[in-house]
């Protein structure tokens, strides 16, 4: 028999028992449906304990290598812990070391986390202005090229931790943050396949580790990265991402202005638009959407009708933090 | 073990590949795209697939209760016999376009037809 601790309690599970039935058994309520490995909706995480191979079918290979798991198709071959996903609580303490202006609204902060502190580039933390206010804002630093955490953070008006970010924060201060949450990053395999990646605004924060990422991993398939505002004052890093392009023949960086004329080296247009023109049909690429959530939400959907498979689609809509 | 039809059709890795074709044409057809137009495309295609293996007969542990319960807030929203017939045409659509044979296609769509009174709430 193996033991399964869940919320602090230790649970029985007997040869041949699913997690779901254990734990549905000894009264605990966990949300499933299909209970055949399909729908996914009885998913949970293992922080301790090997999985079977077959409990992780059909799962992002992103969530996967975060130990996601579903319930229903998991009979143990160890003694595991096991949370529901509910990431994003754990409280990390960290040193600001910088922060510094990358347009007149976004500023790249930089923080180094006081004890060791892993991460993708592309996932999120959630990061507090006190105990009991935070926002999530995404990780564009690489931890193996990086010596610092770095965040892309837009000025909203009024914004509550983006105003403070931008006016009260200084270097030297301390802050809290979560561990790193999400599953909007690169996985390595597949080389070949083409990465297309859109943003808007400080969307490009986690295009930018991801990238980065994928460049420092070997990926030799097109990278291409359409970055889009409503002017060129609104976009940021355009010279670190040409001089990218320079260096990476299979990197191609293209910053789209949706008002007025676009100067040269600028495309004209809605960004979802003047990508999804450029690259035609999708079937086999992979796909990366960040920022405004209007915007992912468009491009999920017609990337996903553009003939990417809905694996394949990695998002993160930037979406305000209910009132 | 004895060839049922969803290892006939090609078992989970078939139903991976028809899941994005079936998804892409329910999502295009404007009789039916507004039921599935959920803004979270991921969970939504996980179902689909577990609707998907189901119709080819795949193992599953859906009760005719539950096909009732999961289809009430849709039934609600005016979930008829016409939806249902579009369903049906989408998803013979998906198969020939998998290139699955005519009598595998009939004994799917005998399976999805069985569950109509279910899913319509009836
Ligand atoms: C997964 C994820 C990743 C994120 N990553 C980043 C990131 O890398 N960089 C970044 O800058 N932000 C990012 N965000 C957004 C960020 O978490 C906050 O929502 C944002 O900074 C606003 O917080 P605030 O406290 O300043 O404003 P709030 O006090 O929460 O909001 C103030 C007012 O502004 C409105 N508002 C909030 N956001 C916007 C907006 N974008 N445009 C217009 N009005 C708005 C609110 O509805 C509210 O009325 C991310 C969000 C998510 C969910
Ligand atoms: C043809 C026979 C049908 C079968 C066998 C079937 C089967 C299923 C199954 C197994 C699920 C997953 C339930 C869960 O685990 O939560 C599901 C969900 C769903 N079905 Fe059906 N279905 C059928 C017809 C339809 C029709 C006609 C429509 C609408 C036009 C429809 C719309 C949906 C939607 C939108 C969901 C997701 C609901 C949610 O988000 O909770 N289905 N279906």
Same mark, same amino acid.
């Given at each position: 028999?193996?033991?399964? %601790?869940?919320?602090?309690?230790?649970?029985?599970?007997? =040869?041949?028992?699913? $997690?779901?039935?254990?734990?549905?058994?000894?009264?605990? !309520?966990? !949300?499933? @449906?299909?209970?055949?490995?399909?729908?996914?909706?009885?998913?949970?995480?293992?922080?301790?304990?090997?999985? !079977?191979? =077959?409990?992780?079918?059909?799962?992002?290979?992103?969530?996967?290598?975060?130990?996601?798991?579903?319930? #229903?198709?998991?009979?143990?071959?160890?003694?595991?812990?096991?949370?529901?996903?509910?990431?994003?609580?754990?409280?990390?303490?960290?040193?600001?070391?910088?922060? =510094?202006?990358?347009?007149?609204?976004?500023? #790249?902060?930089?923080?180094?986390?006081?004890?060791?502190?892993?991460?993708?580039?592309?996932?999120?933390?959630?990061?507090?202005?006190?105990?009991?206010?935070?926002?999530?804002?995404?990780?564009?630093? $690489?931890?193996?090229?990086?010596?610092?955490?770095?965040?892309?953070?837009?000025?909203?008006?009024?914004?509550?931790? @983006?105003?403070?970010?931008?006016?009260?924060?200084?270097?030297?201060?301390?802050?809290?943050? @979560?561990?790193?949450?999400?599953?909007?990053?690169?996985? !390595?395999?597949?080389?070949?396949?083409?990465?297309?990646?859109?943003?808007?605004?400080?969307?490009?924060?986690?295009?930018?580790?991801?990238?980065?990422?994928?460049?420092?991993?070997?990926?030799?398939?097109?990278?291409?990265?359409?970055?889009?505002?409503?002017? %060129?004052?609104?976009?940021?890093?355009?010279?670190?991402?040409?001089?990218?392009?320079?260096?990476?023949?299979?990197?191609?960086?293209?910053?789209?202005?949706?008002?007025?004329?676009?100067?040269?080296?600028?495309?004209?247009?809605?960004?979802?638009?003047?990508?999804?023109?450029?690259?035609?049909?999708? @079937?086999?690429?992979? %796909?990366?959407? #960040?920022?405004?959530?209007?915007?992912?939400?468009?491009?999920?959907?017609?990337?996903?009708?553009?003939?990417?498979?809905?694996?394949?689609?990695?998002?993160?809509?930037?979406?305000?933090?209910?009132? | 073990?004895?060839?049922?039809?969803?290892?006939?059709?090609?078992?989970?890795?078939?139903? &991976?590949?028809?899941?994005?074709?079936?998804?892409?044409?329910?999502?295009?057809?404007?009789?039916?795209?507004?039921?599935? /137009?959920?803004?979270?495309? /991921?969970?939504?295609?996980?179902?689909? *697939?577990?609707?998907?293996?189901?119709?080819?007969?795949?193992? &599953? *542990?859906?009760?005719?209760?539950?096909?009732?319960?999961?289809?009430?807030?849709?039934?609600? *929203?005016?979930?008829?016999?016409?939806?249902? /017939?579009?369903?049906?045409?989408?998803?013979?659509?998906?198969?020939?376009?998998?290139?699955?044979?005519?009598?595998?296609?009939?004994?799917?769509?005998?399976?999805?037809?069985?569950?109509?009174? /279910?899913?319509?709430? *009836?």
């Amino acid at each position: 028999m193996k033991r399964i %601790v869940y919320e602090g309690q230790s649970y029985g599970c007997s =040869e041949n028992e699913t $997690v779901l039935e254990c734990l549905n058994s000894h009264g605990v !309520p966990i !949300p499933s @449906s299909c209970k055949a490995g399909v729908c996914q909706t009885c998913l949970m995480r293992a922080t301790k304990g090997n999985l !079977p191979p =077959e409990s992780q079918k059909g799962l992002k290979p992103t969530l996967a290598e975060q130990n996601y798991f579903l319930a #229903c198709s998991c009979r143990p071959i160890d003694d595991m812990e096991i949370s529901t996903p509910e990431p994003g609580q754990g409280k990390i303490p960290a040193k600001v070391i910088g922060i =510094e202006p990358l347009n007149s609204d976004i500023v #790249c902060v930089k923080l180094n986390p006081d004890i060791p502190f892993q991460y993708r580039a592309g996932q999120y933390i959630n990061f507090f202005k006190d105990a009991a206010t935070s926002r999530s804002y995404s990780l564009a630093s $690489v931890a193996r090229l990086d010596d610092c955490i770095k965040l892309h953070v837009r000025r909203i008006p009024r914004g509550t931790v @983006s105003t403070w970010i931008h006016e009260s924060l200084a270097p030297g201060d301390r802050v809290d943050i @979560s561990e790193a949450i999400g599953d909007c990053f690169y996985v !390595p395999g597949n080389p070949e396949q083409g990465l297309l990646l859109i943003g808007t605004g400080s969307g490009l924060a986690p295009l930018y580790g991801i990238i980065r990422d994928a460049l420092a991993d070997g990926h030799k398939g097109p990278i291409r990265l359409y970055h889009g505002s409503l002017n %060129v004052e609104g976009l940021y890093l355009i010279e670190e991402l040409r001089k990218l392009s320079l260096e990476h023949e299979n990197f191609s960086y293209s910053p789209c202005i949706s008002e007025g004329e676009a100067p040269e080296g600028f495309y004209q247009g809605i960004v979802l638009d003047v990508a999804l023109k450029q690259t035609g049909t999708l @079937s086999g690429w992979r %796909v990366y959407l #960040c920022g405004n959530p209007d915007m992912v939400n468009a491009a999920k959907k017609k990337t996903f009708l553009a003939g990417a498979s809905m694996r394949d689609i990695y998002a993160d809509p930037f979406v305000p933090a209910a009132s | 073990m004895s060839d049922t039809l969803y290892d006939k059709i090609g078992g989970d890795a078939a139903v &991976n590949v028809a899941v994005d074709i079936f998804y892409r044409k329910v999502l295009a057809d404007d009789r039916i795209s507004r039921f599935f /137009d959920g803004v979270d495309m /991921d969970r939504q295609a996980a179902k689909q *697939k577990a609707f998907l293996t189901m119709a080819f007969g795949g193992p &599953n *542990k859906y009760t005719g209760e539950d096909m009732r319960r999961g289809h009430a807030h849709l039934v609600a *929203k005016g979930l008829n016999d016409s939806h249902f /017939d579009a369903v049906m045409e989408n998803i013979a659509a998906t198969l020939t376009e998998l290139n699955v044979p005519g009598d595998l296609i009939a004994q799917a769509a005998a399976i999805a037809e069985s569950t109509r009174k /279910d899913v319509l709430g *009836k």
